[in-house]
C-alpha cells in the first residue's frame, strides 16, 4: 500500500500509513519502511526518509542496502549528502 503512493509523490500520506500501524502495534518489517523512505526520495523530502531510517532501526528493524541507498540518495538529490552517511 505504501509504495502504491510513489507514484504521486504522496509522501504524507505514506508517513501517516507507517506512523498509524507502527502507533497500532503492527509489526513492519524493513519492506515497509523501505517504501517509506523511497516515497520521501521521490518528493525530496530528505529529511524525512531519514527520520524514517531511524526509526526503523529504533524499532528493532534491521535497515538492509536498500534503506540506506534510497535515504543516501534523497539526501545527495538536494545538496545533503553529508547527512545521508551519517
Excluded: M
Excluded at 509504495?3 to 509522501?11: I, Q
Excluded at 505514506?14 to 497500532?24: K, M, P
Excluded at 502495534?25 to 521521490?42: M, T
Amino acid at each position: 500500500a505504501i509504495s502504491s503512493l510513489e507514484e504521486d509523490a504522496l509522501w504524507q500520506w505514506a508517513l501517516s500509513l507507517l506512523t498509524t500501524a507502527v502507533n497500532q502495534g503492527v509489526q513492519l518489517n524493513v519492506v515497509a519502511f523501505n517504501a517509506s523512505i523511497s516515497v520521501c526520495e521521490k518528493a525530496g523530502a530528505w529529511q524525512h526518509a531519514t527520520t524514517v531510517l531511524h526509526g526503523a532501526i529504533s524499532g528493532a528493524v534491521t535497515p538492509d542496502t536498500i534503506s540506506y541507498n534510497a535515504s543516501i540518495s534523497s539526501c545527495r538529490l538536494l545538496g545533503q549528502w553529508r547527512t545521508g552517511i551519517l
